[in-house]
């Protein structure tokens, strides 16, 4: 492959959770909510505002309420995961020698730059990425392939010759749209839910997998 595509929260780093919580804090205890944990859970991908649309339905906010919602969701989860920000084990290494071997490598998250910056600038390794795309960059979200076949052509390179790291379900079904194949870190999601998906070539717990140094 030519190229790496990387999915951020929950495959570059263990993040979800945070996200999570997050979340039911402001529906629960700002909106009135009353969401378990497993009822959130499942929601958790695609944009802020898409995720106050499923939970909530459509009408419920207007778009300025759900932008500055957002907002507050993401500080309050930005400064939940703060101490505990770190990559994956072993995806520094891997970094360094897909950087080092030329593979470009770039991210393709539904995140918005605001999350981005704080991980790439946190962990300094935004050195390693030719291309970023946000959910600021994309008008449909995964499962849509947008966001991929995008970084795809901000690289130069054929989708094709792609290969996608994601965690969740609609991330594997986006690179499958996009015709990339996928390896799934197993942070957020069991194999058995992705079995209707012939484009998951690999199912590792994290990049020290032995799988990964075959990649290279």
Not at 89 to 101: V, Y
Not at 118 to 147: M, Q
Request: net charge negative.
């Amino acid at each position: 492959m030519k190229a790496f595509l990387f999915d951020l929260n929950g495959t570059m780093i263990h993040d979800m959770d945070y996200h999570t919580s997050a979340w039911q804090h402001i529906l629960n205890h700002e909106l009135g909510g009353n969401f378990s944990w497993e009822e959130l859970k499942p929601q958790m991908y695609g944009k802020n505002q898409e995720v106050l649309v499923r939970v909530f339905g459509p009408g419920r906010f207007t778009a300025a309420e759900m932008d500055e919602l957002a907002v507050r969701k993401e500080q309050r989860y930005q400064q939940e995961f703060r101490p505990h920000l770190q990559l994956l084990p072993g995806l520094p290494e891997f970094l360094a020698e897909a950087h080092q071997r030329g593979i470009l490598l770039a991210i393709g998250s539904a995140a918005i730059p605001f999350n981005i910056d704080f991980v790439l600038d946190g962990l300094d390794i935004r050195r390693y990425f030719s291309a970023i795309v946000s959910a600021d960059d994309v008008t449909l979200s995964k499962p849509h392939p947008e966001t991929f076949l995008k970084a795809a052509e901000k690289l130069g390179v054929a989708p094709s010759d792609c290969l996608v790291f994601e965690d969740v379900p609609k991330g594997a079904e986006a690179a499958q749209h996009a015709g990339m194949p996928t390896v799934i870190l197993t942070t957020t999601h069991e194999p058995a839910e992705f079995r209707h998906l012939p484009n998951v070539l690999h199912f590792a717990p994290d990049f020290r997998d032995p799988f990964m140094q075959k990649l290279l």
